[in-house]
C-alpha cells in the first residue's frame, strides 16, 4: 500500500492474500480506506479480521468512500484466498526460487554448513543479522526488477494482457485493453494510518539493537569496510566475530 501510494499516488482498489493471520493489518487499512473518507476524527470504527487473528484494529472514522463509483459487494477491496487458490503470487515464488532463490538459500546455510556459524552464539546469530538481511533485500529487490520489466510473449488466446512487460501493463492498462482502477489516496491519510501500528517502519525493519549496530558499524569500517555481498559476506563474518568478542558484547 505504502509503495504503490508513494509510486503512484494511489492505492489497489483490491488486495488478495491467503487466510494468514499476519495480513489483518492490511485488511483494516484496505477497508478504512475503501469506505471512508475526511480528516481523523471519532467515533472510532473497529475492523475486525474475518480469519484468525491476535487483535483486532480500530481506526478513527471518516465520513465518505475516496471510490464513490466502487460497488464493494460486486468488487470488495479485500480478498483472502487459500494458498491453492492465491495463484498469483503463490507461483511467483517458484519463479523466484529459479531466478536467485537456490543461490541465497545456498549462501544463507553455507556459513552454518562449513562450520563458521553457531546458532548457540549470541554474536554470531546477531552478526548475522547485521549482515544478511541487506543483502537479501537487495536480491528481492533486483528480482522485483526483473520481473516487472520481463516480457511477456503475445498469447492472443488469453484474456490477460501480454506482449509486453507487466510494467508497461501498470503504468499504461488503456493500451492493453484495462483501464485504471487505482484509488486516489493522500499521503496525510497513510501516514495516519501507519501511526496507529504499534511498531514503526524503522522498528519493523530493524535486525539488530542499537548498541550492537553501533558496535558493528565501528568494527567494519576498522576492516576498511570490505564489501558484503553473497559472495563475501561469510569472509567478512569471519573477521568481525574475534573483534566483536574482544569489545566484550
Not at 487459500?82 to 503463490?90: A, Q, R
Not at 541465497?104 to 546469530?125: A, C, K, M, S, W
Request: contains cysteine.
Amino acid at each position: 500500500m505504502r509503495f504503490f501510494q508513494m509510486e503512484y499516488g494511489v492505492i489497489p482498489l483490491q488486495i488478495t492474500v491467503d487466510k494468514g493471520s499476519e495480513t489483518g493489518g492490511m485488511y483494516a487499512f484496505q477497508k478504512a480506506l475503501s469506505v471512508l473518507e475526511g480528516a481523523w476524527s471519532p467515533p472510532d470504527q473497529r475492523f475486525t479480521y474475518p480469519y484468525p487473528c491476535s487483535r483486532v484494529y480500530t481506526l478513527r472514522g471518516y465520513g465518505v468512500t475516496y471510490a464513490p463509483d466502487v460497488d464493494l459487494e460486486a468488487h470488495p477491496c479485500f480478498v483472502a484466498l487459500t494458498s491453492t487458490h492465491n495463484i498469483p503470487i503463490e507461483g511467483l515464488w517458484h519463479w523466484f526460487r529459479e531466478h536467485s532463490g537456490r543461490n541465497i538459500f545456498y549462501h544463507l546455510t553455507r556459513g552454518q554448513n562449513e562450520g563458521l556459524f553457531n546458532p548457540n552464539v549470541d554474536i554470531h546469530v546477531k552478526l548475522f543479522n547485521w549482515i544478511f538481511p541487506d543483502i537479501v533485500q537487495s536480491k528481492l529487490d533486483k528480482f522485483r526488477n526483473y520481473w516487472n520489466k520481463h516480457h511477456i510473449r503475445n498469447q492472443k488466446s488469453k484474456n490477460m494482457p501480454s506482449g509486453a512487460s507487466p510494467m508497461q501493463f501498470l503504468r499504461h492498462p488503456e493500451k492493453y485493453g484495462g483501464q485504471r482502477m487505482g484509488v486516489g489516496i493522500p499521503q496525510n491519510v497513510i501516514q495516519a494510518l501507519r501511526e496507529t501500528l504499534p511498531t514503526s517502519h524503522e522498528e519493523a525493519f530493524r535486525w539488530v539493537d542499537a548498541g550492537f549496530e553501533n558496535a558493528a558499524a565501528t568494527v567494519w569500517e576498522s576492516l576498511g569496510k570490505p564489501p558484503k555481498d553473497l559472495g563475501s559476506a561469510w569472509h567478512v563474518f569471519g573477521q568481525m566475530v574475534p573483534l566483536l568478542m574482544n569489545m566484550g558484547l
